[in-house]
């Protein structure tokens, strides 16, 4: 049995700086086609987790389709093509990013039904508690825990940018201003990051122990980058070098497990409570986890935890009861060179499912064909 990774769903023209994390709704539906007449299942991870406990072999024809992040198009795109064909499919949500709105917004089956026009529906931001709920009880979606944050944080003191507005740094604005989470997609935050802010290493919250720079520091940058007009390495350069002077801090062991627990034991808690059931699956935000990230969600009661792509060449225990699961991802953009290209193939996802279930031709032809256009995109 396969485990799918995907984000959302009709997102990919949109004006969101992470739109290539979206998939076109003509690629989608022809591929939930293609699993209906190919006699392909689909699961839930409580099924995945039966399955691989016998120790059975991989079955091509049996996917798990997961979704990250609780994207709002995955209730009004997703959950009503994947109703429309008899597809299953599992939502990892992080509850400090759930929409506060109270009800339910329209969705493709309003479409189907007459009720509002496609260009009428609102599709970028997060879920809120009302659709996640309603999907919950369908039996077409199965919600679990994606941790509390999905936050980056900085990880040592060296800095390796200035912010000057770039919306890959929105994050930032994630931790000082928390309460404007669900709304990073849909309103322009770029103002609640001060231009000159030090950017320092970085990663995934659950996988690293923070760093703390000093303030005295970040002032003097705000300050130096908004009053000299100095180039922005200089200016990196000058700071790096006053770090010595100004060295912030780590958190402390303490400090580093009362944050871990709050993420992985406060979303199972919230989720629980929510939707009246058990959280038994966990997925790590970016891949971001450590040993000890690991050992609190064995302590937290999860049965089963994604398994990140920097550790693909392990071998998996399935027979430990704590399971990890290893997914592979898709997406209607192809990465050429570093940049973000549209597959014209309506076909595209199927080709990439038929590439990664055991197709060693289609794996073959893919990666050539996309060898070829990057020497053709540059």
Known sequence: MYVVMLHSIGNDKSPWYWHWLSVSIEHFETLCQFLVDNNYTTHFLNEWYEYNTVARKKDSKKLVLTFDDGYLDNWVYAYPILKKYGLKATIFINPEFVDPSENARRNLEDVWEGKTDENQLETLGFLNWPEIQAMDVSGVIDIQSHSMSHNFYFKSNKIVDIYTGQPN???IAWFTHPERKPYYITENQTDLIPRGYPIFENGRALGLRRYFPD???VETAIKIYNQQGKPKQEIINELQILVEKFPGNFETDTEQEKRYRYEIFESKRILEKKLNKQIDYLCWPGGGYNALSLKLSVEAGYKAS???????????DYKKEYKRIPRFGLGSFINLNGNYVYA??????VNMVKARTGDCIMRLWLKFNKELKKILYI
Do not use: P
């Open 306 to 316: 994604t398994f990140g792509s920097s550790e693909r060449h392990k071998t998996i």
């Open 169 to 171: 740094y929105e994050w």
């Open 215 to 217: 303030k005295q520091l």
């Open 344 to 349: 014209k193939n309506k076909k595209h996802l």
